[in-house]
């Protein structure tokens, strides 16, 4: 039952993660922060005036053109990034349980995650 449990916990956990991610102007601060603490320096950022009213779509842009493209495809595809937030959760969440819960996580929180409604992405 434990390990049902740490399983249901990990999967509600990533789902909230994807759904603020895709859902929310989220990745948009996260990137403003990163920002004003100096990441990136040796990027062409925008403006500040023109990054301060990014929309999503803007942003997503900018990481497809500025970032390594793995990286602004990881970003950008709900999918792709539901299995890498699956692999490093269930990589965390091992701790509290089996480590064979690792390769159960990565191959079933995805799936579930992305036949949730509202989590398809764009």
């Known amino acids: 039952m434990r390990d049902i449990n740490i399983f249901l916990i990990g999967f509600l956990g990533v789902a909230g993660l994807h ?10 601060h996260f990137f403003k922060l ?19 009213f990014w929309l999503r779509h803007e942003c997503e842009s900018w990481w497809s053109l500025n970032l390594h493209p793995l990286v602004g495809e990881l970003l950008c595809c709900p999918i792709c990034l539901s299995y890498h937030l699956s692999w ?13 819960w690792i390769l159960a996580a990565w191959l079933a929180w995805p799936e ?11």
């Open 19 to 28: 759904r603020a991610w895709f859902a929310t102007q989220l990745p948009i």
């Open 34 to 52: 990163l920002r004003h603490v100096g990441w990136g320096a040796n990027k062409e950022w925008p403006p500040k005036e023109t990054y301060q």
């Open 88 to 100: 490093w959760a269930a990589v965390v969440m091992s701790i509290f349980g089996a480590p064979l």
């Open 112 to 122: 579930l995650i992305n036949l949730l409604p509202g989590h398809q992405g764009k």
